[in-house]
Nanobody, 127 residues
Framework: QVQLVESGGGLVQAGVSLRLSCAAS????????MGWFCQAPGKEREFVAT????????YYADSVKGRFTISRDNAKNTVYLQMNSLKPEDTAVYYC????????????????????WGQGTQVTVSS
């Protein structure tokens, strides 16, 4: 089992950057593909980005491609989401998730593919 704790959210103006972090504890972090999802008020949870166990394979939602970057540091048991050029429509609670997988290049885009979730961190972008 793994425990995930997100941090780095906040209230910012449009156009600035934020970096979210997700610290993992418990079982070996490197066995998990990791992902970020977001949920805005009144909407379903949506996929944002995913990264493979090795960090060599990533994939993004079209809405964030070119603005957000997912990365991981397996030595620090942490995954990051660098969010640049933030827009008001990025306002949401952001969750990190972990999915155990044997293949080091596998990535997951669907929420049901993840086994563990953090509690989320709020990101609010004002116009």
């Amino acid at each position: 089992q793994v425990q995930l704790v997100e941090s780095g959210g906040g209230l910012v103006q449009a156009g600035v950057s934020l970096r979210l972090s997700c610290a993992a504890s418990g079982r070996s972090f490197s066995i998990y593909a990791m992902g970020w999802f977001c949920q805005a008020p009144g909407k379903e949870r949506e996929f944002v980005a995913t990264i493979s166990r090795s960090g060599g394979n990533t994939y993004y939602a079209d809405s964030v491609k070119g603005r957000f970057t997912i990365s991981r540091d397996n030595a620090k048991n942490t995954v990051y989401l660098q969010m640049n050029s933030l827009k008001p429509e990025d306002t949401a609670v952001y969750y990190c998730a972990a999915g155990a997988v044997s293949n080091i290049v596998t990535i997951f885009q669907r929420a049901y593919e993840y086994h563990y979730w953090g509690q989320g961190t709020q990101v609010t972008v004002s116009s």
